[in-house]
């Protein structure tokens, strides 16, 4: 090859290089301050109130208006995509979405693989049975059924406890909208569910069931990024803190909660 077609070669090269290097999504920040101009996020579609699909089959719920505002504050488009909760962490991970928002509980085995928001919500697990069963509280599971949704956070609880309590089965579900249906015809015995979930469900089926005494422990929700997505992170949380601050916050959570009292706003002070 001359020295022509070698400098030639090398040209079409670097232009291939420079090309490649300047293409990116549009949706994704790169954590040294640069932020997305749309906010793709990823959710569980049949998770009453937090995120799920009214009789239109439009998505609604407390974080979708809550997302929508925060994005409205910082200047960005957003998007929300129905995610395998299963495969959250591959799907952020991946860059299919950018956060995932639909209360996604904090741990320390996420926070390896999740950059979290300061916490916005607060809760707890608690024990749904039937009205008329006759479990009262958390020592009557030995022998039991029991079900939960799979990918959350009390998922390896309930196995440690399964081997530990005897619990006869932990039956697990891509969504807690099917696990209420098994539980109300019999097909599982009890239902570890978040709290604010689970007392949605009752209001929406009064008589049908209640709670059982203890619970699975507390847990905060927050909004979950990529390890380096730091810019998107910082730029949530003072959305958040203003929402919090101003009033707006405790609106969208009387509208989906009947009270604010499960907001995390001492986080935010």
Do not use: H
């Amino acid at each position: 090859m001359n020295m022509k077609k070698l400098a030639a070669l090398g040209m079409t090269m670097l232009a291939l290089v420079a090309f490649t290097a300047g293409c990116g999504s549009d949706t994704s920040s790169n954590g040294a301050g640069e932020l997305p101009k749309k906010m793709v996020i990823g959710l569980d579609d049949n998770f009453p109130p937090m995120g799920f699909r009214d009789d239109k089959g439009e998505i609604v719920g407390f974080d979708i208006d809550l997302a929508k505002e925060a994005a409205k504050r910082a200047g960005m488009e957003v998007e929300f995509k129905a995610i395998d909760w299963d495969s959250k962490e591959a799907e952020l991970k991946s860059k299919r979405i950018d956060a995932l928002w639909n209360g996604v509980t904090v741990t320390p085995d996420r926070e390896k693989n999740i950059l979290f928001s300061t916490p916005y919500v607060q809760d707890k697990q608690i024990i749904v049975v039937r009205n008329d069963s006759a479990i009262q509280g958390k020592e009557d599971l030995t022998g039991k059924i029991v079900g939960t949704q799979q990918g959350s956070n009390v998922e390896p609880i309930l196995d440690k406890d399964a081997q530990e309590r005897g619990i006869k089965e932990v039956k697990k579900y891509g969504d807690f909208v099917n696990a209420f249906m098994d539980l109300e015809l019999g097909r599982i015995d009890a239902l570890v569910v978040d709290g604010i979930v689970g007392q949605y469900t009752m209001t929406q089926k009064p008589g049908v069931f209640r709670v059982a005494n203890g619970d699975y422990g507390a847990d905060k929700m927050a909004v979950g990024f990529r390890l380096d997505d730091k810019a998107l992170q910082a730029k949530m949380n003072d959305v958040l803190k203003e929402m919090m601050n101003d009033g707006t916050a405790d609106k969208i959570a009387e509208k989906w909660f009947g009270n604010s009292n499960l907001l995390n706003k001492d986080g935010f002070k």
